[in-house]
């Protein structure tokens, strides 16, 4: 008898040791499909906060007064950053571009002071350059702002198709993942079914048979995702050992949303799962419990 509950004690120990390693298979592909989405909404948001918005200011406006409209401008909602370039900055990156110096032959330096402007990434779209790009020329000695217009349209077009292809996928990926949870919690508790009746008959309530097993699949979801972000973290920071500049595009913050994300989806999913699994056994007859 006590060799039976030994063996059989092992038999779900293994079973739940199972149970975890194919959950967290499961959360690891969930947990690539949450990092993707968020990698491609930073990179979208990188793209779009590198289109610039020039400021060609006249010739005779000094450099404090081109500064300090600079620190005004910073002042707008839509402003990210600004940088200054000089006449003299100007001529120097132009010469180094053309390989001769304009000055040279015209005798005067041909170029004009300006200011770069880069947009926050909601601003960066045609249609808010528009008024932008109208309110920038309000402001004294400023003869020209000049953009990219079909750089812009092309950027967030491209951006867009991106961004639905990867909520597609997310959707896909993630329906994919709830039915093989699903699959591999109702398959544990198909091994107990005969246990559920036998409870079911002595006169146990529907609840008091659902708990352990709602417990059991929150653990199971607990200890799978808790190795899915272990597997995940390890892969993260191989990458970044190959590459660091991955850090300007993944941040702590996303890394944190991943993390927990991969845990609520680990213990609610397989809680979930757990609950219609043993509701289907509830209902069952002895004698359908055979023909399964």
């Known amino acids: ?80 950053s600004i940088d200054f370039i000089s006449k003299e900055e100007a001529l120097k990156e132009n010469t180094r571009d053309l390989g001769t110096d304009p000055s040279e032959f015209i005798g005067t330096n041909p170029f004009l002071p300006s200011l770069d402007v880069y947009l926050k990434a909601e601003y960066a779209n045609n249609d808010s350059l528009k008024w932008i790009s109208s309110d920038l020329k309000k402001y004294p000695k400023v003869q020209e702002v000049s953009y990219q217009h079909d750089l812009v349209e092309k950027v967030n077009r491209t951006l867009a198709k991106i961004g639905a292809v990867l909520v597609i996928l997310a959707v896909l990926l993630t329906f994919i993942s709830f039915s093989l949870i699903n699959n591999t919690i109702k398959l544990g508790i198909y091994a107990r079914r005969f246990s559920i009746h036998t409870m079911k008959l002595v006169g146990a309530s529907w609840a008091f048979i659902r708990r352990p097993f709602i417990a059991q699949a929150v653990f199971i979801g607990f200890v799978a995702a808790l190795l899915a972000n272990i597997v995940l973290a390890g892969s993260l920071y191989v990458f970044y050992l190959n590459d660091p500049e991955l850090i300007d595009v ?9 993390s927990i994300s991969v845990f609520l989806f680990g213990m609610v999913i397989t809680a979930v799962c757990a609950n219609i699994s043993v509701n289907k056994f509830l209902r069952m007859k002895a004698g359908e419990l055979y023909k399964i």
């Not at 993944?250 to 991943?258: E, H, L, R």
């Open 1 to 80: 008898m006590a060799d039976r509950k030994k063996t059989v004690g092992g038999h779900r120990g293994l079973q739940v040791v199972t149970l975890c390693i194919s959950t967290s298979m499961v959360l690891i592909l969930l947990g690539l499909v949450i990092f993707f989405v968020l990698l491609g909404r930073n990179l979208s948001e990188s793209f779009r906060e590198n289109i610039v918005v020039t400021m060609l200011l006249e010739q005779d406006m000094t450099d404090s007064e081109a500064q300090q409209l600079g620190k005004t401008i910073k002042l707008k909602p839509y402003v990210k």
């Open 250 to 258: 993944i941040t702590w913050y996303d890394v944190v949303i991943v």
